[in-house]
């Protein structure tokens, strides 16, 4: 059995909105926007490089309805890079890619074969001996197993299957196309490329089961290193897997232990360590950074009333540090008081009535009715873009209608500018 290699990609999200930017920093934003292009390009850059003999892509090509139809247009152009080189394509449409009616009508590249959504098949490629088994998804919300229906493997050939499921739901994405590793391993293949679990991980060797993650990460829930696969076959064996990193940006969470700080210049201190780490861990790309901020503190309540100026500090590092090397999405406050509820409530001053009040909305059925009934209405005018990816934990619980975490939220921070407050005059 000949020897080969080949490009094993999927979820490349073409176009997606990047979530969680700011237009304080345009430029930056605009390269974020750009980032899952760019990715792609440099995908087909190292197809080309290394004279692979195909690309496989396990689907969600796009990320739904086009904004700009250049977005097709975009995925041609490269497709065409690939034509000229002599190098096929191999494609399925995931749920994202069935979601857009312009999917089936983008006329691509004759390079480009692209799997049924009607039944599982099979593709053959001249002068080598692999066979590639794949199916498309007709709608969004594959419910069915689609295993089963997958061709048997053919005799004296390296088979492949291409497939985009949720395999049981892994990594909390919804489980379409459902199925079980067992039962990817039994069919007989000797490489399943994957798609729709934006982390990559081989599941499997020999045969190998693998999901080869998202292209690019595109926020704060997808964060580190970002690839696509290239793998190495010899004498009809899978010899090697190598990464293959083209992501231009990439996303982390930063922890901040601001136990030991004594005034804001620690904190300030802390984070500018905490941003040059993900900068360095970005290895020469973009950083997009949240910083969370940790530990015990009598800064807590100060830090809790002063969201802007943290965030307006750490910008300014990253500003520092060189606009082309990081951003700065978002801080998160997660630090603890000294003084915890239970001390409070004992306290004769203001802070003490307020602890009081707050105990007592938490637990008065008239007080709770009430709040529901307002902010349901105002979480239901949400668009639904921000209802599905909401992460801030009050937005989250008043979209959820979680209203003791909403009523606690709500007053930590009322308690936090008091204090603020108080302890600035």
């Not at 440099?42 to 690309?55: G, K, N, P, S």
């Not at 009934?373 to 949400?382: G, N, P, Q, T, Y």
């Not at 873009?385 to 709500?410: K, M, S």
Request: glycine share 8%; proline share 3%.
């Amino acid at each position: 059995m000949s020897s080969f290699r080949f490009i094993h990609t999927a979820d490349i999200h073409l176009d997606s909105p990047m979530r969680g930017l700011s237009e304080d920093v345009p430029e930056v934003a605009e390269r974020l926007r750009l980032a899952t292009r760019e990715a792609l390009t440099a995908l087909v850059d190292a197809a080309i490089e290394r004279a692979v003999d195909f690309v496989v892509i396990a689907g969600d090509v796009y990320d739904g309805d086009w904004r700009d139809y250049q977005t097709g247009v975009f995925f041609v152009r490269q497709m065409q890079r690939l034509a000229a080189a002599a190098i096929p394509v191999y494609l399925i449409h995931g749920n994202h890619d069935a979601q857009n009616q312009m999917t089936r009508s983008l006329r691509l590249p004759d390079n480009v074969q692209t799997f049924s959504a009607e039944a599982a098949e099979t593709r053959t490629i001249d002068g080598l001996d692999i066979a590639l088994h794949g199916a498309s998804y007709a709608e969004r919300a594959v419910t069915d197993n689609l295993v089963p229906g997958y061709p048997e493997p053919v005799a004296d050939a390296f088979n492949i299957g291409v497939l985009h499921t949720g395999l049981g739901g892994r990594g909390g994405h919804e489980n379409y196309a459902p199925c079980a590793l067992d039962e990817l391993t039994a069919k007989g293949y000797d490489y399943w490329a994957l798609g729709h679990v934006h982390g990559a991980e081989v599941l499997a060797e020999h045969p190998h089961v693998v999901f080869s993650g998202n292209l690019q990460g595109r926020s704060i829930r997808e964060t580190g290193a970002k690839s696509a696969y290239e793998v190495i076959v010899e004498d009809g064996r899978v010899a090697e897997l190598r990464a293959l990193h083209c992501d231009v940006a990439r996303w982390a969470e930063q922890t901040v232990d601001v136990a030991a700080a004594e005034d804001f210049n620690d904190v300030f201190g802390a984070m500018r360590s905490a941003i040059e780490a993900g900068v360095e861990a970005a290895e020469g790309r973009l950083a997009a950074i949240r910083l969370r901020l940790t530990g015990t503190t009598p800064l807590h309540d100060r830090l809790l009333a002063s969201p802007d100026m943290l965030l307006a500090e750490a910008r300014t590092t990253a500003a520092g540090l060189g606009a082309d090397s990081v951003y700065i999405e978002k801080i998160k406050l997660a630090t603890d008081p000294e003084q915890d509820a239970a001390t409070r409530r004992t306290r004769a001053d203001a802070l003490g009535e307020l602890q009081r009040l707050l105990d007592e909305a938490s637990n008065d059925a008239d007080i709770r009715e009430m709040i529901e009934k307002d902010v349901r209405r105002l979480a239901e005018r949400l668009p639904h873009e921000i209802r599905e990816h909401a992460d801030d934990p009050l937005l989250r619980a008043a979209i959820d209608g979680d209203t003791a975490t909403l009523i606690d939220g709500a007053g930590d921070y009322l308690l936090a500018r008091l204090a603020a407050e108080d302890n600035a005059s």
